[in-house]
């Protein structure tokens, strides 16, 4: 199977959301990174067909999206970001409505409710109304939505929005078991969660792919530019917002340990660190400040 | 599709402003029926007078000393009977109001003094047979349920505003991202829709049928609405139609007029962006006739009758004229209401289904 777009354009106003994309999706999960407004939600919308682009298609083995209609929306799940719901419904029920929505008949609607349910751990809460749910219940119920249908595309939009870790991490496990032969696309802020389970990183900045790849090779192309320094506690927060500071770690002497991207070395003390995605997402997505140590 | 019909009929219902609305429709059809009984007044004409359950038992018994068809002895008969024995000091005797049978009578064939005025019952009726008997409480009932018709379908505007504009807070990416979402689902809104508002408009017809039948009984059902106390003679249906008939009329009009705002709420539902928009545009649109500078002597006035409005505040439109059959022009309201709603469901699933999300 495979989703591709081709120069895939939407504006909103002057505001170009998504500026002529051209990537190819395979069986695999894609973890899909950038900052706010970099356009992510907009893509995931064109490639649900819920958004029309203003130039260019979406297509799918060939065909495109518009035209398959039912017989590719038959192939997608799709978490979005708010995850909407009726609050006078119970979470059975509302599966039940979205399984009826996606065509499943009577039995295997409520076998696969009542799976999915169990799987992001809710099936004690199936006949409590979804306005009595917290945050993170409601999401998870989102989750178990979007894959009623077994999806063979599946898209979520900030699936792990408050989620506590432990919920986090049985989503990953989820989501690892259940993508095989499939199209899973992933968009969060919180870098560890694609760390862990992306095959594919795309990284998106102002309607553009700024960066594809496996996880392992679109980070070494920091290879070289993270680097560590130790500087006294008291002028820890001022060095800190003079670089691109990825973290900041007390030492036991009153030190504190700067993580730092930067093209050169930043600080005479400086060692090179091993650089993983959180380095990666801010060498995109933060502006390096202007100073340098000479100022400083 | 049945059973999405049935989710979209659950969301419907499963509102609370659903149940306090159709709980306050109910309750203004029994509570009117309620109060326009106890309101009754009846006097015999030989000392015994009395309100509500009395004034109707009152009624009743003199409706049975003159039932069958209208003579001109029988208007003479209750001239004689009912003509005021004290001075009137200038007041119309054809005004004044002592029970349901004088009144008719009077307000057609009495003088000033409340004496016969000379007209026989052809002068007034010309060839129509009418039939009299005891119509006053049906004839009531009738005028409560313009007021209950009214308010229905601004009830039914208040469930169907939500049918689609209710999902553009959210749900909307999930439906229209689901294999059915766009063809089946909007379909089952719309089906829903029209279930939904014909299963109330069903409950609240019965309501006050059945509140009208405890208080009233089945009698006068067979008579003539033309012969009825002043309040159903100036600006009234002049047609020598029965009150059985009057009440079939009227409750199909209640129906076409639900159906039509069915179909204009579900357009405005598609188009407006949330539900308060789409409330509001509504019941705006659906009062807009009342304001209308349209006299109902106009030509025009023959197509803004088909306005659901009107369908419920049926007297005008069934005023319009008589057709040759000898059924009323307001049955076009049916087809009209047949029209209304199948552009209605046809054009909410069209914008429904070609939505963005935004």
Redesign the interface.
């Known amino acids: 199977m495979e989703l591709k777009t081709i120069e895939l354009t939407k504006t ?1 106003g002057s505001k170009t959301a998504v500026d002529h994309l051209n990537i190819t999706l395979s069986n695999g999960i894609y973890g899909l990174l950038g900052a706010n407004g970099a356009g992510k939600t907009t893509l995931m ?1 064109l490639l ?5 682009p203003d130039f260019g298609k979406i297509v799918l083995n060939g065909k495109n999206i518009v035209r398959l ?2 017989e590719y ?2 192939l ?1 799940g ?1 978490l ?1 970001q ?5 609050p ?2 119970t979470a059975l ?1 509302f599966l ?3 399984s ?4 499943l008949g ?1 039995k295997k609607a409520k076998n696969r409710s009542n799976g999915l349910l169990e799987a992001v751990g809710l099936s004690a809460e199936s006949s409590r109304k979804i306005k009595t749910f917290s945050g993170g219940m409601k999401q998870r119920l989102g989750i178990a ?1 979007a894959m009623l ?1 077994n999806p063979r595309i599946l898209i979520l939009d900030e699936p792990t929005a408050g989620l506590d870790p432990r919920e986090r991490i049985r989503f990953r496990n989820l989501i690892s078991a259940f993508a095989k032969d499939r199209i899973v696309i992933l968009s969060t802020h919180i870098v560890s969660d694609i760390e862990f389970i992306a095959e594919e990183i795309i990284m998106m900045k102002s309607g553009r792919i700024a960066g594809f790849g496996k996880p392992q090779e679109i980070i070494s192309e920091i290879d070289g530019k993270v680097w560590e320094c130790t500087v006294p506690t008291a002028c820890a927060k001022k060095c800190a917002a003079a670089f691109r500071t990825s973290n900041l770690r007390n030492a036991d002497n009153g030190e504190t340990i700067l993580r730092i991207i930067a093209d050169s070395k930043p600080m005479e003390n400086a060692v090179q660190a091993q650089p993983n995605l959180e380095d990666l997402y801010l060498f995109y997505f933060e502006r390096p400040p202007k100073q340098t140590e000479k100022e400083l | 599709m049945k ?2 019909i049935q ?1 979209e009929m ?2 419907i219902f ?2 609370r402003l659903t149940h306090a609305a159709v709980a306050a429709v109910l309750l203004l059809a029994v509570g009117l029926e309620f109060s326009s009984y106890q309101n009754m007044y009846a006097f015999d004409g030989e000392g015994r007078e009395g309100r509500g359950r009395q004034a109707v038992e009152i009624d009743k018994g003199i409706a049975e000393k003159y039932a069958g068809t209208l003579t001109d002895e029988k208007v003479r008969q209750i001239m004689e009977d009912f003509k005021p024995a004290q001075d009137l000091h200038g007041m119309n005797a054809a005004y004044i109001y002592q029970n349901a049978t004088q009144s008719s009578a009077f307000r057609r064939f009495s003088d000033l003094e409340g004496n016969w005025n000379g007209r026989s019952v052809s002068d007034v009726f010309g060839h129509e047979t009418i039939k009299i008997g005891y119509t006053y409480g049906w004839l009531r009932t009738s005028q409560d349920m313009v007021k209950v018709f009214i308010f229905l379908q601004l009830v039914i505007i208040i469930m169907l505003a939500p049918v689609f504009s209710g ?1 553009y ?15 089946k ?1 909007a379909a089952a809104k719309a089906i829903g829709s029209v279930l939904a508002s014909l299963a109330v408009t069903t409950v609240v017809s019965a309501a006050s049928i059945a509140s009208a039948l405890i208080l009233y009984g089945s009698n006068g059902l067979d008579c003539s609405i033309l012969f009825a106390p002043t309040e159903f003679v100036d600006g009234y249906i002049p047609f020598n139609i029965t009150c059985g008939a009057l009440l079939k009329y009227q409750i199909l009009l209640a129906f076409s007029g639900t159906v039509s705002v069915t179909g204009i709420t579900l357009i405005l539902s598609a188009i407006c962006k949330n539900q308060m928009t789409a409330l509001a545009v509504s019941a705006a649109l659906y009062f807009l006739p009342a304001v209308l500078p349209v006299p109902e002597n106009s030509a025009l006035f023959k197509l803004i009758a088909f306005l659901p409005l009107y369908n419920a505040q049926f007297v005008s439109l069934m005023s319009i004229s008589q057709m040759g059959n000898g059924l009323l022009y307001s049955l076009w309201a049916v087809p009209v209401a047949a029209v209304a709603v199948s552009v209605g469901i046809v054009v909410s699933c069209r914008v429904f289904a070609r939505h ?3």
């Not at chain 1, 708010?82 to 009726?86: A, E, K, L, R, V």
């Not at chain 2, 999930?174 to 294999?179: E, Q, V, W």
């Open positions: 909103f919308r649900c067909n819920i958004q029309m209609g039912e929306r038959s997608l799709y979005p708010p995850f909407g719901y009726y006078d419904f029920d039940l409505y979205v009826a929505l996606k065509g009577d939505q249908n | 059973k999405l989710f659950k969301k499963a509102k999902e807070g959210g749900v909307d990416n999930i439906i229209l991202t689901s294999r059915y979402g766009r063809t689902c963005q999300v935004l």
